[in-house]
């Protein structure tokens, strides 16, 4: 018998996406897992089209009233955690995990014990040549930027800055108690909980083959100069922090 396993998927208004994130996750090669979709209190018809899905695991949908990514994700990882789960998985609910995503995060779990990192590539239905070829410069430059930042190095951390992306990670349930979980707060998230990680171990690996189709909405909501700002930890200026 595996591990036991939960992939959590946070969603916010989703009803149109979130229907392509689920035929993904029913597609895995590894389907030896729990689903849990959070709704954080969404308007539109995100939780109907859940309640509606069918899958060759179990899928359990629970709604988070407070604001913000990073409450749906906690809420969702403790809920999970105090059913059982060992191992825990997240990807977004405008995300496409690809056919191995489970099984290379599952992996990848076994050889670290820790935390998990893959892969994000650009979704090939939101932007054309041009779009998908600007989202990997910004990641590339991100990660660089991360690197060199001086606030990631030093501080007690036990593991070197890599950017990784919380819509494609996975973690076991004893390292996200340990450091404290994720912020309870609305975007970014990621920096402070992979800092979190840092400090608490160095047991952090990155699967390639834990590949995930990002979205690139935010390119169209921010702008090609606004997205690169955000990526480059300038903030969101007067956008919101989750375009929706």
């Excluded at 969702?76 to 990807?91: D, E």
């Excluded at 450091?179 to 979190?196: A, H, I, K, V």
Aim: aromatic share 8%.
């Amino acid at each position: 018998m595996s591990t036991p396993l939960w992939v959590i998927v946070p969603a916010y208004n989703e009803a149109a996406r979130i229907g392509a994130t689920l035929a993904a996750l029913a597609a895995q090669t590894d389907t030896d897992f729990t689903l849990l979709v959070v709704d954080n209190g969404s308007t539109d018809t995100t939780g109907e089209v859940v309640r509606r899905f069918r899958a060759p695991f179990p899928v359990h949908l629970l709604v988070e009233r407070e604001k913000g990514v990073g409450c749906a994700v906690d809420t969702g990882f403790r809920h999970a955690i105090a059913a059982g789960a060992v191992h825990l998985a997240r990807t977004d609910a405008d995300c496409l995990p690809a056919p191995g995503w489970v099984a290379a995060a599952r992996a990848a779990l076994r050889r670290s014990d820790g935390l998990a990192c893959g892969r994000i590539t650009a979704r090939r239905d939101e932007h054309g040549p041009f779009g998908r070829a600007f989202f990997r410069l910004l990641v590339v430059l991100a990660a660089s930027f991360g690197r060199l930042r001086p606030a990631h190095a030093g501080g007690g951390y036990q593991a070197p800055y890599r950017m990784h992306a919380g819509n494609n990670m996975a973690i076991t349930a004893a390292l996200y108690e340990a450091c404290g979980g994720m912020p309870r707060r609305p975007s970014p998230t990621d920096r402070t909980f992979l800092n979190r990680v840092r400090r608490t171990t160095p047991a952090i690996v990155h699967s390639r083959h834990m590949v995930v189709a990002n979205s690139t909405r935010r390119i169209k909501a921010y702008g090609v100069v606004g997205t690169a700002k955000w990526y480059l930890d300038k903030g969101s200026g007067t956008r919101t922090a989750d375009p929706r």
